[in-house]
Nanobody, 123 residues
Framework: QVQLVESGGGLVQAGGSLRLSCAAS????????MAWYRQAPGKQREFAAG???????IYADSEAGRFTISRDNAKNTVYLQMNSLKPEDTAVYYC?????????????????WGKGTLVTVSS
């Protein structure tokens, strides 16, 4: 079992930046995929970004170029740096972990999930 705890959410103005962190209760060295998802009010949860053990990254089209995912295996932590934030980025952001292939993380179904952290972007 791996417990994931997100932090770093908050209120930010459009155009601003936030860095989200996801701290794992156990080593993530052996976990292939760490990923971020988000759920906007009234919408389904959607994939935002993923990173595998080898450092390969993938992003949802709407986040490419603005978001950067990274992982620090020594600290058992995954980060999501979000720049040029837009009001439509307002959502609860969830961290997830799984050993599936990276590309399949786009479709959810991950084994472990955090409880989320709220990001609100004001216009």
């Amino acid at each position: 079992q791996v417990q994931l705890v997100e932090s770093g959410g908050g209120l930010v103005q459009a155009g601003g930046s936030l860095r989200l962190s996801c701290a794992a209760s156990a080593s993530i060295f052996g976990i292939n995929v760490m990923a971020w998802y988000r759920q906007a009010p009234g919408k389904q949860r959607e994939f935002a970004a993923g990173i595998n053990r080898g450092g390969r990254v993938i992003y949802a089209d709407s986040e490419a170029g603005r978001f950067t995912i990274s992982r620090d295996n020594a600290k058992n932590t995954v980060y999501l740096q979000m720049n040029s934030l837009k009001p439509e980025d307002t959502a609860v952001y969830y961290c997830a972990a799984d050993n599936r292939p990276l590309d399949t993380s786009r479709y959810g179904g991950m084994d472990y999930w955090g409880k989320g952290t709220l990001v609100t972007v004001s216009s």
